[in-house]
């Protein structure tokens, strides 16, 4: 029976599979039908229950394996004839099995360890299929979970590898229960929600730190705060180097990826549209967490704030044109539990609830702003759910039936009514599926055409 998952509430379980396996999918997504969009991973002997619905329904997966043989079986009813086809990871067909039998079976001798991919379809009827896979899984012993070898860094990128005393940097599998997103507002990092949040998902575990500007800083403080296996920092600064294999080997083999902060729009003109932003989103896809704080932060959401070569547009800017000239928006990651959020840093120090509002008119119902003050962090579990660590506070932004958007034309200040505003401090909780928080909310509006253009006249 064929599965959907809503965006907000997908998440990947382990949950009693050996400990070297990690984000075991049972069953398919609703945009599997493309090699890139693959599902997985497909762990080894565990069945996979997908559909085949037409002609043009084809599912993608994907497994991670070490070299040797491996056996596919795909069973289905007898009175159907679907076929799979199996793919290296530069999507070079190897072998398949495309007889009339059922189950639809095959082996083949895998050459080496990495990433491979099944396309499973029909050439006669619909319905249901179990597909069952025997193949040796990456164990972290030379296997690597699943991601081979480490590949040889090019030699103008700037990387800084730090490793727990006492262990190497051989790569680890510590199993993932769920993704989660980590969200900082900028200025001093918030230790607690390093060890308090991410180190029980990831504990053990190998975390990469991205930039494009600066050194190792954070090496040794989420070595400590995570008890990481390994931290390593890279200087990803060109889009050769996000594209290289070596990145994106780093980024796909951890647990944790950290991004720094820095300039938004210069991460997205060196990695958007890279290896980098793939391997991104397959942290997230198997279970894994993202986080950054400042412009870190920022790239994290569905839509992302992106002043790419004009100034940082301020609320007074944002609130009186609909169509400002330093009003841009882009899109990055595909983050599941980020899908319908824009968000934004150093907040209140910056008086950012104007622009972050005209963002989220900007965009459309339905969507959340996520603002996160200075000293501040918001930790989102894949579920929904969500808790606030620091000094300051966080502040979620949402209609209901009483918003309205009133004037959002060229040329003429925004108007815009009764928005949900909720303020979260260290411990309050608010969970993006079913809207329910442990702190109340207030409506404020904007009227971008007078002096004063919030109401209440300080919506902090």
Not at 27 to 45: H, K, M, Q, R
Request: charged share 20%; glycine share 10%; hydrophobic share 35%.
């Amino acid at each position: 029976m064929k599965i959907v998952f809503s965006s907000l509430l997908f998440f990947l379980m382990v949950g009693g599979f050996p400990s070297n396996l990690y984000a075991c999918i049972s069953s398919e997504s609703s945009n599997n039908n493309s090699l890139t969009n693959a599902d997985g991973s497909v762990c080894d002997e565990i069945i996979f229950e997908g559909s085949i619905s037409n002609r043009r329904d084809i599912d993608w997966l994907y497994f991670d394996a070490q070299s040797g043989h491996v056996s596919i079986n795909l069973n289905f009813n007898s009175r159907d004839d679907f076929d799979w086809q199996l793919f290296d990871q530069s999507g070079d067909l190897l072998t398949a099995g495309e007889t009339s039998q059922t189950p639809e079976s095959g082996s083949y001798q895998l050459p080496q360890d990495g990433r491979y991919y099944l396309k499973v379809f029909r050439y006669r009827g619909s319905g249901w299929y179990d597909l069952t896979i025997d193949y040796e899984a990456g164990d972290g012993n030379g296997g690597n979970c699943g991601y081979g070898n480490r590949p040889t860094k090019p030699g103008n990128l700037q990387s800084w590898l730090s490793v727990q005393s006492g262990q190497n940097d051989s790569d680890t599998c510590p199993p993932l229960s769920q993704s989660a997103v980590l969200l900082m507002g900028g200025n001093y990092d918030v230790d607690e929600a390093f060890s308090l949040r991410v180190k029980p998902l990831v504990e053990g575990g190998d975390v990469v730190v991205l930039r494009t500007s600066g050194s190792d800083g954070y090496n040794d403080v989420l070595l400590d705060h995570i008890n990481a296996n390994s931290v390593e920092t890279l200087l990803v600064n060109s889009r050769a180097k996000a594209n290289s294999d070596y990145v994106d080997w780093a980024i796909r083999s951890a647990e944790f990826v950290w991004i720094a902060g820095g300039d938004q729009a210069d991460y997205l003109n060196q990695w958007k549209g890279t290896r980098v932003e793939s391997a991104l989103n397959h942290v997230i896809d198997k279970g894994g967490v993202l986080g950054g704080t400042s412009a870190g932060n920022a790239i994290q959401g569905e839509l992302v704030y992106d002043p790419d070569g004009v100034p940082g547009i301020y609320s007074e800017e944002a609130v009186s044109d609909a169509c400002h000239d330093y009003l841009n928006l882009s899109t990055f990651l595909t983050t599941p539990l980020m899908q319908n959020i824009v968000t934004d840093t150093h907040f209140a120090e910056r008086d950012r609830m104007g622009r972050l509002a005209v963002f989220m008119a900007e965009i459309g119902a339905p969507i959340t702003g996520v603002g996160v003050d200075e000293d501040t962090a918001i930790f989102i579990r894949a579920d929904g759910t969500s808790i606030v660590d620091g000094d300051n506070a966080v502040y979620i932004l949402r209609e209901d039936a009483n918003t309205q958007l009133t004037q959002f034309n060229c040329n003429q200040p925004v108007i815009y009514t009764n928005l949900r505003r909720y303020r979260l401090t260290a411990g309050d909780s608010f969970n993006f599926v079913s809207g329910n928080s442990s702190a109340g909310y207030i409506y404020f509006s904007i009227d971008g055409g007078i002096g004063n253009f919030y109401s209440p006249s300080d919506p902090y």
